[in-house]
């Protein structure tokens, strides 16, 4: 007969990170964000200090975490990164004496491009309203939920841009007129004004 000595097993450590709330969608970490903020208010208002490794002090943590998520998210940028660059620019500013009218927060380029207009002269009327309708619809899909990713977004735009590429060469083909395509990369459909498409 043998001995066996059961060792207890050692409590799995979580390490809380902006790696670790990456895992959450954005409508939790803004939640636990307020939670977080409110009770650090609560703390203070009623004259009590915030010591650091406290838990008001963890909670203020996590909120800046949680926060540098969202952030991340819908700009693609490193929020401590422009939190800097923001100082850098106030601070020059101060020195030459010049007023700092505005901070801007860069975005980050969407990485997909729409189809251009020209892709769907080959469809038939039909099909451009198939199409059409089908790119409204995954731009819904995406979108619906209440905290779609950069990527998500990216899908949602340039499926967007193909549906009304599509309806461009609809409205033009149905109207017999011509649809005028705006600067930049938003066609514009300008249909006749007292006549009703069907």
Known sequence: MTN??????????????EDHFEKFEDAALMLMSFEKLADAVEVVSEGGEIHERDDTHVGLMEACMA?????RRRTGHEVQQVSA??????????????ESKSLPIPIR??????????????LSTADLAQVGFNYVNRSHEHIKGNCPKLIELDLARAHSLDAMGALVVLIERLSGGVASIACGETPIANA???????
């Open 4 to 17: 066996v000595i059961d060792f207890p097993q050692g409590q799995i450590v979580e390490v809380i990170n």
């Open 109 to 122: 380029p969407a990485a997909l491009s729409p189809l251009p207009t020209a892709a769907f002269k080959a």
């Open 67 to 71: 926060l540098a998520v969202m952030f």
């Open 85 to 98: 660059d923001h100082l850098d620019h106030q601070r020059k500013c101060l020195m030459e004496g010049l």
């Open 192 to 198: 006749p004004g007292s006549e009703t498409l069907q």
